[in-house]
């Protein structure tokens, strides 16, 4: 017995988790069939006739009174401490919008769709006299089982299974219990499921599993996170910052200009991410509507599998065997990872800005950095994000290398893969939010940001190189290179080389204006633009 089905027993006869699979399909024929060991308990359970090891309050049977034995295996329910991923435990609240997606209760609740859908289609097809139009009222009732699906739904599915060990059919065999009821559809209760292979079903409730959690979930947290980045941009376009090319002091640009950098990055490929083609098969066991054309050969099989696919918002893809291809999927995963390999890049560079001081973190009190050292305010956001995008790189990638590849007509070895790809799309999401909380605490740093230019004066080595290249003056190149390769350099001693230069005037003028500071060529307009780049791709 399941910890969980212990938990909710009482002294009366029932387990609340199944009564209503009980209460609902006990008159049934597919009760008796697929079901035929009632969920039901001796109203004296003792401990000793339960293997999950819960001990159960003698008046109450909550699952808050379940008490544990130690710290044993078999003696732990699930919850947010004895979750094995932590999506599912300490990071709950931060990924939860997608298990309406993405989850187990996602895929049977699309399937449900998928099969309730079809045998709507079926009865479009004029050929197909034995399912002819339902009425309103029939149509209603169908598509309130799918906008009425709940858990516990998905639990009376889940028990099925338990019998058929059979994910597929079981929500078919759930379907014809639920429809008994409606004298109308029951009539056809056979055509649920009608020349279908689990596959048809699946390969669309993943798909539409995927198109959903993108567009609900996924896009609008991308896109939350490039405004913010571009809202950084704009707010220090103005602001000069020291480069670095290998770690050493480089010509000057501007914090912002760094920033419009990322945004557009990431723009460019959210857009690649949201042109990813979700596509969709009902071909029948090996692609061929071999049984549809035995049953009805004179109907355009074809043509209506495509019909219903596009009907679901996904694109056909009629050229498959069993399963559909997942090249879609890979072209998807590989995407997401390119957006989560950029953000890694963002959260890298913005953690070394905040080790030389360029921006501070707002502080929140009662808040520890260190267990040890009082002072610390480490910029856990975003090496959280960091690790996190590594884990959702390292699933995806598995995903899109793997899916592509299926034995002959299919193997089975997508189906235990498909069930992980919340995990790598939950552990990108959870980055992304990291990432944005941390660009929240931040605050630049003008102070420090001068200090490093005032330092390096010898920046200017570049432009002062240049316009002598421009003026032919002879090896300019290895004269700035005496003068400030290795050494230190100073503002008088730049503008006493630039004295001694003979170029003309304004241009010896131009240079002697020239500051560390000013040096940052077109970064502030480039970075005045970024919001239209980022609109304009997007």
Known sequence: M?????????????????????????GSKYYTRFLNVPFSFPAAVSRSGCTCKAVLNQTTATTKEVKMFGARSGDFELSSLTALSPLDGRYWG????????????????????????????????????????????????????????????????KNIEKVTNHDVKAVEYFLKMKCQSNAEVAKVLEFFHFACTSEDINNLAHALMLKEAMDTVMFPVMDKLIKAICNMAKDNAHMPMLSRTHGQPASPTTLGKEMAIFAVRL?????????????????????????????????????????FVKSLGLSFNPYVAQIETHDYMAKLFHSLIQFNNILIDFDRDIWGYISLG?????????????????????????????????????????????????????????????????????????AYKSTLQGIAKLQVNEVRLSEDLNQCWEVLAEPIQTVMRRYC???????????????AVTKESIRDF?????????????????????????????????????????
């Not at 089905?5 to 199944?18: D, E």
């Not at 460019?268 to 083609?277: A, G, I, P, T």
């Not at 899109?400 to 590849?405: A, C, E, F, R």
Request: hydrophobic share 35%; proline share 4%; glycine share 8%.
């Open 358 to 430: 360029y921006f501070k973190q707002i502080t929140k009190a009662g808040e520890v950095g260190s267990s040890t050292m009082p002072h610390k305010v480490n910029p856990i956001d975003f090496e959280n994000s960091e690790g996190n995008l590594g884990v959702a790189n390292g699933g995806l990638s598995h995903l899109s290398m793997k899916l592509p590849i299926s034995r002959w007509q299919r193997d089975l070895t997508d189906s235990t893969v498909l069930r992980n790809m919340g995990v790598g799309i939950g552990h990108s999401l959870l």
């Open 473 to 487: 003056v002879p090896e300019p190149y290895e004269k700035l290179k005496e003068l400030t390769r290795g050494k």
């Open 267 to 307: 723009t460019r490929e959210r857009k690649e991410l949201s042109q990813v083609e979700i596509l969709g098969k009902f071909a029948g066991a090996v692609g061929n509507y071999n049984a549809h054309f035995v049953a009805y050969h004179d109907v355009d099989w074809p043509h209506i599998a495509e019909d």
């Open 2 to 26: 399941d910890v969980g089905a212990c938990s909710r027993i009482c002294n009366s006869y029932q387990v609340s988790r199944f009564s209503s699979v009980r209460s609902n399909f006990q």
């Open 94 to 157: 931060k990924v939860k919008e997608l298990s309406p997606f993405m989850s187990e209760y996602g895929l049977i609740y699309y399937r449900v769709l998928v099969e309730i859908k079809w045998l709507l289609q079926l009865s479009q097809i004029p050929e197909i006299i034995e399912v002819p139009s339902f009425s309103e009222e029939a149509k209603s009732y169908l598509q309130g089982l799918i906008d009425g699906f709940s858990i516990n739904d998905a639990w009376e599915i």
């Open 498 to 538: 630039i004295e001694g230069l003979d170029i003309p005037k304004e241009a010896k003028s131009n240079l002697l204006k020239l500051t560390p500071h000013t040096y940052v060529g077109a970064a502030v307009e480039l970075t005045r633009t970024v919001e239209n780049t980022v609109n304009t791709l997007g």
